[in-house]
Nanobody, 126 residues
Framework: QGQLVESGGGLVQAGGSLRLSCAAS????????MGWFRQAPGKEREFVAA????????YYADSVKDRFTISRDNVNNTVYLQMNSLQPEDTAVYYC???????????????????WGKGTLVTVSS
């Protein structure tokens, strides 16, 4: 079984930045599409961003486009989410996800992925 472990969450003021990391182990995640999702209190989990196995392809939710950047390092089996210009509405538990099926990134935006981490909390204060 594979494992995804997120880190980098915390408390930040509005307008600040954070970088989340997700360390993947136990499976060939270098060939998987990877993504970030989030769940705010009282809301359903939503898609944030995804990246193809080789990295050139990315897809973002409209709410984070031009503020967040997803990237990956297949040598170190790590995926990152650089979050800039954070706002209180970005407060959520952020989940790393992976999927070994060869679907489009838009598919994962709609349907989610099939491997999940346990999440890291990001709190943005106003």
């Amino acid at each position: 079984q594979g494992q995804l472990v997120e880190s980098g969450g915390g408390l930040v003021q509005a307008g600040g930045s954070l970088r989340l990391s997700c360390a993947a182990s136990g499976r060939t995640f270098s060939t998987a599409a990877m993504g970030w999702f989030r769940q705010a209190p009282g809301k359903e989990r939503e898609f944030v961003a995804a990246i193809t196995s080789t990295g050139p392809g990315t897809y973002y939710a409209d709410s984070v486009k031009d503020r967040f950047t997803i990237s990956r390092d297949n040598v170190n089996n790590t995926v990152y989410l650089q979050m800039n210009s954070l706002q209180p509405e970005d407060t959520a538990v952020y989940y790393c996800a992976a999927d070994l099926r060869s679907y489009s990134l838009r598919y994962y935006y709609i349907y989610g992925m099939n491997y999940w981490g346990k999440g890291t909390l990001v709190t943005v204060s106003s």
